[in-house]
């Protein structure tokens, strides 16, 4: 079936270092592909997202490329502040089979001053 | 526009008694999700609306859970009767779904405490 798999957390970072957190999905169509951000005591928000192979979705300093042929769809940024503590989540929604959206399991992330 | 709105924020009840949560989605979408977050299990869908019709209620963990979605702005999920496990934070999120955006918006969450 459909599925997303992510790195485990917590990933602790210095602020000003780079991050990288992977996200590799299963699908059997050609899904769209998102990074939601949780802050503590909030809803998910969307991040950024991809709809198609080769596409980067960016935002707020991070990015996220679909690579369709390693199906992964990882999200980068290149210097972290301590304000982008959170747990973050990866994503795929499909337009087949009705409208769900599969999240992984989440990453937290803490980055210290 | 004002997001997906819930109430209540915070619900503290005893067990056996009946839990009511409610949710009101952005205007002009057309579907609706209830999920559950606890710290063990992690993001668990437990049902999703599409114009007002329920999808898919594979998630919903029992008998005791239902939902309904009365028009298309309005939901609830109520909990009859609630057991401590039930404790957990609930999202509603609401999506419009039909052209190439799936993104969910969600509300900030309710979160529910059994004792």
């Known amino acids: 079936g459909d599925s997303v798999t992510q790195m485990e957390g917590p990933v602790t970072l210095s602020e000003e270092a780079f991050l990288t957190i992977n996200c590799t999905y299963t699908a059997t169509g050609y899904p769209s592909l998102f990074w939601y951000v949780q802050y503590p005591g909030e809803g998910l928000q969307l991040l950024l997202k991809a709809t198609k192979a080769d596409d980067k979705g960016s935002n707020k300093g991070f990015e996220a490329t679909y690579r369709k042929e390693t199906t992964s769809f990882h999200l980068e940024k290149g210097s972290v502040q301590v304000s982008d503590s959170a747990v973050y989540f990866c994503?795929?929604?499909?337009?087949?089979?009705?409208?769900?959206?599969?999240f992984g399991a989440g990453t937290r992330l803490f980055v210290k001053a | 526009d004002a997001g997906v709105i819930q109430s209540p924020r915070h619900e503290v009840t005893e067990m056996g008694q009946e839990v009511t949560l409610r949710c009101k989605p952005i205007s002009g979408h057309n579907s609706l999700f209830w999920y559950r977050q606890t710290m063990m299990r992690g993001l668990e869908l437990l049902i999703y609306?599409?114009?007002?019709?329920?999808?898919?209620d594979s998630g919903m963990p029992e008998d005791r859970f239902s939902a309904k979605m009365p028009n298309a702005s309005f939901s609830t999920l109520k909990i009859q009767p609630s057991e401590p496990r039930d404790s957990a934070v609930y999202f509603c999120?609401?999506?419009?779904?039909?052209?190439?955006?799936?993104?969910?918006?969600f509300g900030p969450g309710t979160r529910l405490t059994v004792t």
């Open positions: 609306f599409n114009n007002n019709v329920p999808i898919d």
């Open positions: 999120a609401s999506s419009l779904v039909g052209t190439d955006h799936y993104e969910q918006y």
């Open positions: 994503a795929l929604s499909l337009n087949t089979g009705g409208f769900k959206t599969i």
